[in-house]
């Protein structure tokens, strides 16, 4: 069974940064590619980061690019997702990803709020 459970959402101020973890069960991150997603109001889920579980690839979304780094942490079964220069289009909820072999497990997300 796979569980998920990010944290470290807030209030911040454009420009400024957080960063949000992902705390999994045992063994997802050597099983399962991690992600992250951003969902905006009355927005759909987006692709934020995610790393592959087989090499540690990672890859980022368009926007994302230069600004968030992801980094996971296999002792801990933590994923990180490290977000600076935060803009007001990066609010949402972040919800954490583990998917692989056609299945995905998600967590509860956490609130992040940018303000302008």
């Known amino acids: 069974q796979v569980h998920l459970v990010e944290s470290g959402g807030g209030f911040v101020q454009a420009g400024g940064s957080l960063r949000l973890s992902c705390v999994a069960s045992e063994r997802t991150l050597s099983m399962y590619n991690m992600e992250w997603f951003r969902q905006s109001p009355g927005m759909e889920r987006v692709f934020v980061a995610g790393?592959?579980?087989?090499?540690?690839?990672?890859v980022y979304g368009n926007s994302e690019q230069g600004r968030f780094t992801l980094s996971r942490d296999t002792a801990k079964n933590t994923v990180y997702l490290q977000m600076d220069s935060l803009k007001p289009e990066d609010t949402g909820v972040y919800y954490c990803?583990?998917?692989?072999?056609?299945?995905?497990?998600w967590g509860q997300g956490t609130q992040v709020t940018v303000s302008s």
């Open positions: 790393i592959s579980y087989k090499d540690g690839t990672i």
């Open positions: 990803k583990a998917e692989a072999r056609g299945a995905e497990h």
